[in-house]
């Protein structure tokens, strides 16, 4: 067993295991063994105790001692061979290295490997005693104490454990020398190496091979009579791969890269049935969309980069080669120039952006990705307010200018505004900001003005409950379904009731809200009461969202009459007319469907038409149809 384990000494294995993981770990698991099993002798070893024997007594020779072992039994039978009469061993008592065979001493330790079968020997520093050991050799004593050395035998776990490992060694090399032997079978290194590879490639009816002085070519046609190459794989005299797809070169096949070179020929028969698969797949595959798609757009590049005669054909072939790319990045990336152009269009106006991009005809980014273009410049004035900001924007348009550009004329004058201050998105505008401390003022009426806000915000959580789990998800009670009539939002509803009723019995002449204010709150509230107390009585429902009573698609339609008129609040009975006008025409002009109309044929021949196809028109068809005339006539 020894003998076909390779044996490393310590410098050499320490040179071994920097760059084997494998050889630092089990040097590490082997010192660990060896520390913790080794007999390393004191700096005053004990005399040996066996008859006749003078080891580390005065003038005698040095050696090796070993204490008895802890074992009772292993202790016994070391009492015994000794043959002393009435001995007895303390824990100092001990015995000389010359009293065991060589067979007794382990002088290195061994691993397996059981991912690799590898068995590795590493030699002790100290040799050590095996458990088994008895001393058996006494030279000073008649020769019947002493015994002979026994060959040990392997047992059966040990052999077991080496056979297997010689097993696993062996088909590791048999797979290494078949993997070397397949590696060189299909290297190539030279194109005469390809030329002679490809001589016994069968291929599938799929390719035709063309072999000539500089490339090889694998070249697929379209079935039809003028032949069309369809896509070509082409290998050059320095290696290098292309793959084609029309005139259009791939760098890659869905998720996988394409080699630029081969080395390997399994690599090129790869390419070659891959390239088959996906061209075989219907239209409907996503490569092939993909493929399809970047041949448009190289043609698309390639037109816009000809003499076009007009600059704006250029860039409408531009616009379209981007909203091609776009579709082609499954992630929503839009080039810098693009957004720009999506980003004024937006702020000239935010509605028609939004009609554009969900008539789905163009790709555009959302408008919360605009909003937050827009809000990254800080091309607010109210930013320039403070001190630190004064003329910030002016500052920074004048760097961009040329010289002659920054002469410019001054004119400076007054525009009314509105005494009022307003609140949006955390901030005050109206307010003075000279300062960052806050002045501290006491203002009249102050709590009567809070406990009226927060009276109204909770009405308000009450009655804007659309979903069921508003309040639960806020923690908010008041923000829950009606589900009973005896619930606190309901107990809150009547007392808004009763104290908008003893409000006007007050019969003040200020400090009371307008007339159709306190009657449309009074209203509502009494009429949300109502309604859910009919909901679950009469119909069973098991909880009413008040959130659900209002009016937010007819306020939709007066605003947008408001945003035709010019974002006027006070419109005329003549521009309602004109708004109703468009936006019913908005609502009857939806945008053709192209495709169901793109295989017609022009024609004013409507008899041969008729004759050809058996059309048979009615009066009933044309009445159908009077409404589109006069549209069309219009």
């Known amino acids: 067993m020894t003998g076909s384990i390779p044996k490393l000494g310590r410098s050499e294995l320490m040179q071994e295991q920097k760059g084997d993981p494998t050889l630092r770990t089990c040097y590490e698991q082997l010192n660990g063994t060896t520390?913790?099993?080794?007999?390393?002798?004191?700096?005053?070893?004990?005399c040996c105790c066996a008859p006749n024997c003078r080891s580390n007594y005065p003038n005698?020779?040095?050696?090796?001692?070993?204490?008895?072992p802890s074992d009772p039994a292993q202790n016994a039978a070391w009492t015994k061979a000794v043959r002393r009469e009435n001995f007895v061993p303390t824990k100092y008592t001990v015995v000389c290295e010359h009293h065991f065979h060589e067979s007794d001493f382990v002088d290195s330790a061994s691993y397996t490997d059981s991912m690799t079968g590898k068995v590795i020997e590493v030699p002790l520093k100290l040799r050590r005693l095996k458990p088994s050991a008895i001393p058996s050799v006494f030279p000073n004593c008649p020769a019947y104490l002493s015994r002979q050395e026994t060959s040990a035998r392997e047992s059966p776990e040990e052999k077991r454990a080496r056979l297997d490992a010689e097993a696993l060694q062996e088909a590791i090399q048999l797979s290494a020398q078949s993997h070397e032997a397949e590696e060189k079978k299909n290297a190539i290194a030279t194109f005469e190496d390809l030329l002679k590879a490809v001589g016994g490639l069968s291929l599938t009816d799929f390719w035709s091979m063309v072999v000539t002085q500089t490339r090889v070519l694998f070249l697929n046609f379209r079935n039809q009579e003028a032949p069309v190459v369809h896509c070509a794989v082409t290998v050059s005299s320095d290696l290098s791969l292309a793959v084609y797809v029309g005139e259009m070169r791939l760098e890659s096949l869905g998720s996988s890269v394409l080699p630029l070179t081969i080395s390997d020929f399994r690599v090129l028969q790869k390419v070659l049935c891959d390239v088959e698969e996906v061209t075989k797949d219907s239209a409907k595959n996503e490569l092939q969309l993909e493929?399809?798609?970047?041949?448009?757009?190289?043609?698309?590049?390639?037109?816009?980069?000809?003499?076009?005669?007009?600059?704006?054909?250029?860039?409408?072939?531009?616009?379209?080669t981007q909203q091609l790319q776009v579709l082609l990045n499954k992630a929503s990336i839009y080039p810098a120039d693009f957004m720009v152009f999506c980003s004024l269009v937006y702020t000239i106006s935010p509605h028609a952006y939004r009609f554009i991009r969900s008539t789905a005809k163009?790709?555009?980014?959302?408008?919360q990705t605009i909003r937050r273009i827009c809000a990254s410049y800080n091309a607010s004035p109210s930013r320039e307010q403070e001190e630190d900001a004064f003329l910030f924007y002016a500052r920074r348009l004048?760097?961009?200018?040329?010289?002659?550009?920054?002469?410019?004329?001054?004119?400076?004058?007054?525009?009314?505004?509105?005494?009022?201050?307003q609140y949006k998105g955390g901030c005050v505008t109206?307010?003075?900001?000279?300062?960052?401390?806050?002045?501290?003022?006491?203002?009249d009426h102050a709590n009567g003005t809070s406990e009226f806000i927060s009276i109204v915000l909770k009405w308000w959580d009450i009655v804007n409950v659309k979903t069921p789990l508003k309040g639960q998800r806020l923690r908010d009670p008041f923000q829950e379904p009606i589900s009973a009539l005896n619930c606190h939002q309901i107990d809150y509803l009547n007392k808004i009731v009763d104290w908008l009723d003893y409000w006007q019995s007050l019969k003040h002449d200020a400090g009371q809200l307008t007339r159709e204010t306190h009657t449309a709150l009074h209203h509502t509230s009494h009429a949300l009461v109502e309604v859910s107390a009919y909901c679950i009585e009469e119909l069973g429902f098991k909880y009413v969202l008040l959130g659900k009573f209002?009016?937010?698609s007819l306020e939709d339609r007066f605003c947008r009459c408001r945003q035709l008129c010019g974002s006027q609040y006070h419109v005329s009975i003549r521009q309602i007319y004109e708004c109703e006008q468009k936006l019913r025409l908005q609502k009857l002009l939806d945008l053709p469907n192209l495709d169901a109309t793109a295989p017609c044929l022009p024609t004013t021949d409507v008899q041969v038409v008729v004759k050809q196809f058996d059309v048979a028109v009615t009066d009933d068809d044309v009445?159908?149809?009077?409404?589109?005339?006069?549209?069309?006539?219009m």
């Open 362 to 367: 163009l790709k555009l980014p959302h408008p």
């Open 35 to 46: 520390q913790e099993f080794a007999a390393v002798p004191s700096k005053m070893p004990g």
């Open 398 to 421: 004048a760097s961009t200018l040329k010289d002659h550009e920054r002469f410019v004329t001054l004119m400076m004058d007054e525009i009314h505004l509105q005494a009022s201050f």
């Open 430 to 443: 109206g307010a003075a900001t000279n300062t960052l401390r806050s002045t501290k003022v006491t203002l």
């Open 60 to 68: 005698g020779p040095r050696a090796r001692v070993y204490r008895f």
């Open 623 to 633: 009445k159908q149809k009077e409404q589109c005339y006069q549209l069309l006539r």
């Open 291 to 320: 493929i399809l798609l970047k041949r448009v757009v190289a043609l698309l590049e390639e037109l816009s980069s000809s003499a076009l005669p007009h600059e704006w054909q250029v860039e409408v072939v531009k616009f379209v």
């Open 550 to 552: 209002q009016t937010d």
